[in-house]
């Protein structure tokens, strides 16, 4: 089993959808969780961290679930703009090195 | 603004060739990262650097080396390149955390590499 999986997608919503990804993690220990967000031909720009419970930004609420492992990512509202690969992270059991597990990252395309 | 470059955006090279793809951190981050990305494969790390000459595997390092002389500069060896490694590479740097909520990566933007 993968550290850390994503449903690959693509996911195929119109603008204004509300969408959700969820992310698994395998390690019990991992105490920091991150969302990235990739355009195509470009690198992974942090989105957001989830510490504790959870986080939210404008359209953006991540969750963390630490009972069943996994964290998720909502977007409310969908933008044209938001179509992108999202990558969600953990901390790779707590290593102090800054050693972070990605999953494979979730296709979103937002049509008109 | 945190910076990291990588000296090419894309490069050709041939099947033996040895490789070097150079990373570059202005923001004085403790931890280096290089990454591959392929298709379906996501992000792997190769090796990770918390400090000046000091290395760590990472996940697929073999074909790989690394160097790390000066704390802001990562370099990403390939000893005799493969076909196989064709793909993208990922230059990351990042604090050393005291607590785990400072990981936070940042990247360069990538060498897209071509072994023929």
């Known amino acids: 089993r993968k550290e850390v999986e994503q449903d690959p997608g693509p996911f195929n919503v119109p603008e204004g959808a509300t969408v959700a990804f969820n992310c698994t993690y395998s390690?019990?220990?991992?105490?920091?969780f991150f969302w990235y967000r990739q355009d195509c031909r470009k690198e992974p720009k942090l989105l957001m961290s989830?510490?504790?419970s959870g986080n939210e930004d404008g359209r953006f609420t991540a969750q963390l679930n630490r009972a069943s492992q996994y964290i998720s990512l909502l977007i409310r509202d969908s933008k044209l703009s938001d179509s992108a690969t999202y990558l969600c992270a953990d901390n790779a059991g707590g290593t102090s090195y800054g050693k972070l597990t990605f999953g494979q990252g979730t296709i979103l395309t937002v049509h008109p | 603004d945190v910076k990291v470059t990588q000296s090419s955006r894309y490069l050709v090279k041939r099947t033996g060739e040895k490789v070097f793809l150079e990373c570059v951190q202005d923001?004085?981050?403790?931890?280096m990262f290089w990454y591959r990305q392929d298709p379906g494969l996501g992000l792997r790390l190769i090796y990770f650097?918390?400090?000046?000459?000091?290395?760590e595997k990472g996940d697929i390092p073999e074909g790989y080396s690394v160097s790390r002389e000066k704390k802001e500069r990562f370099s990403l060896i390939l000893e005799s390149a493969s076909t196989n490694q064709t793909s993208m590479y990922l230059c990351a740097s990042s604090y050393i955390a005291r607590m785990s909520s400072y990981n936070e990566q940042f990247f360069g933007p990538g060498t897209r590499l071509t072994v023929l």
């Open positions: 390690n019990s220990a991992s105490q920091s």
């Open positions: 650097s918390y400090d000046v000459k000091m290395k």
């Open positions: 923001m004085d981050h403790e931890n």
């Open positions: 989830v510490y504790s």
